[in-house]
């Protein structure tokens, strides 16, 4: 009799795994916790160990062959089993096929919001005297789940985490045998016309980010402000700081900017909301994403209660999450959660750009590169760093004057940067 290992659900939008690499081969023994494959999700490649103890019997698709979450990955025979380590890789028939075919061709349309009918469900439900953590209501928002489907197994018949994470696994299964969402009306390629290229197919990220981007500028009503902030004594304490930290310690631009734009919030506690379609969301913390650009895609690992840390303290974990994101090594929980995004193309020259908002999150903040410039401070000409930030805001959520009083309160948080060590 043999057992079976399942592609896991590495992150919440995760709805597929690419093989990026076994780590067994057919016949090999492998305990319980051993590291059997590599698995490119829509975010990051994952090591993924065995949930229990056998012999390899087959391998459940080849390396760069998609596999939907909950199909097979490895069968596993009893440990001492004998087999043939000659047999060439068999990959799984049947239902892995359906999977496939199910979820080759609209891929694109599984990651899409399900349509006004379900999404008015979602949030019906949730209105109703339902109990459920917080944490497992904003998943349920985030995937459009009727949580009146699902039986709670916390204290009281409460819905928590784990219940969502297990009926998205159980979701997917649904998902990729169900009729393909209509496709986006995009125009049409007329590739006889166009000049000789080459075709690199997208990976689970790219797709991803493609369609939560287009989601984003679709359905949430931006609006935008722009400020210039001098930014000369920013710099001048960064350097007294700097002078009193090891070198693999040193504090950037960008962390203290975080900061600023964790105590910002603090101070102005109406504009750290989110929307969550019959309500608004209040948060007493500022956990801060960085937009950190990798092969292929993008990724935003979160900052979390950066309103507590220290800036030296601010600066260790940004550095060591940025590091991580670049490896392909950030845990789930290390992008997840966020609750506003800053985006820096400073280091590129970029003078001053806008960005589309991450969703679920109310805004995201557009960093561009600090330039000297001649300026009027007091009636007279000086020279003085500028640097422009530009806010894009929800504006279901954040009004217009909340938002104007936020980035007024970065601007001088910016401006006056002692202010960031009390």
């Known amino acids: 009799m043999s057992n079976i290992i399942k592609m896991p659900q590495l992150s919440p939008t995760m ?4 093989i990026a690499n076994w780590l067994v081969e057919i016949g090999d023994e492998v305990k319980q916790g051993d590291l059997i494959v590599e698995v490119e999700t829509d975010k990051v490649t994952v090591e993924v160990a065995a949930d229990e103890s056998g ?6 698709a080849k390396v760069g062959d998609e596999l939907a979450v909950g199909s097979t990955l490895v069968s596993l025979l009893p440990l001492g089993a004998k087999v043939d380590k000659a047999v060439e890789l068999q990959v799984e028939t049947t239902a892995t096929q359906q999977n496939k075919e199910a979820t080759t061709e609209p891929l694109d349309s599984l990651v899409q919001p399900m349509d006004a009918p379900m999404e008015e469900a979602v ?37 928590v985490k784990r219940d969502i ?34 075709r690199q197919p997208n990976n689970s990220m790219r797709n991803v980010v493609a369609s939560r981007l287009t989601e984003s500028s679709r359905d949430i009503p931006h609006f935008y402000m722009s400020v210039d902030c001098r930014i000369d004594a920013l710099l001048d304490l960064r350097k007294q700081l700097n002078e009193r930290t090891s070198k693999e310690d040193r504090i950037s631009v960008n962390d203290m900017l975080i900061k600023a734009v964790a105590k910002a919030f603090q101070q102005v506690p109406e504009a750290n909301v989110m929307w969550a379609g019959d309500s608004i969301l209040s948060f007493n913390q500022s956990d801060i994403s960085i937009a950190v650009a990798i092969d292929n895609g993008l990724i935003t690992p979160v900052v979390v209660q950066a ?18 994101a670049r490896d392909g090594n950030l845990a789930p929980n290390e992008y997840q959660g966020g609750t506003f995004t800053i985006s820096n193309l400073g280091m590129f020259g970029i003078d001053s750009f806008t960005s589309i908002i991450n969703p679920p999150q109310c ?19 000086t020279i003085a760093t500028m640097l422009n930030l530009t806010l894009a805001m929800d504006h279901r959520c954040v009004d217009g004057a909340v938002a104007a009083k936020f980035i007024q309160v970065l601007k001088h948080q910016i401006e006056d940067p002692f202010t960031l060590l009390l």
Do not use: C
């Open 363 to 381: 805004g995201i903040l557009s960093v561009g590169s600090g330039e000297k410039k001649a300026v009027v401070v007091k009636g007279e000409i």
């Open 15 to 18: 709805t597929a795994g690419v």
């Open 307 to 324: 309103d507590k840390l220290s800036i030296a303290e601010l600066a260790k974990v940004s550095k060591g999450l940025v590091s991580r």
């Open 165 to 198: 994470d297990d009926h998205l696994n159980i979701s997917w299964q649904e998902i990729a045998t169900a009729k393909p969402l209509a496709k986006s009306t995009s125009a049409e390629i007329d590739y006889d016309s166009l000049p000789s290229f080459t």
């Open 123 to 159: 949030v019906t439900e949730l209105s109703r005297d339902i109990k459920i953590s917080p944490v497992a209501k904003r998943m349920a928002l985030q995937n459009n789940i009727d949580v009146a489907r699902i039986r709670g197994s916390g204290a009281g018949g409460k819905i």
């Open 55 to 60: 012999v390899i019997s087959k391998l459940g």
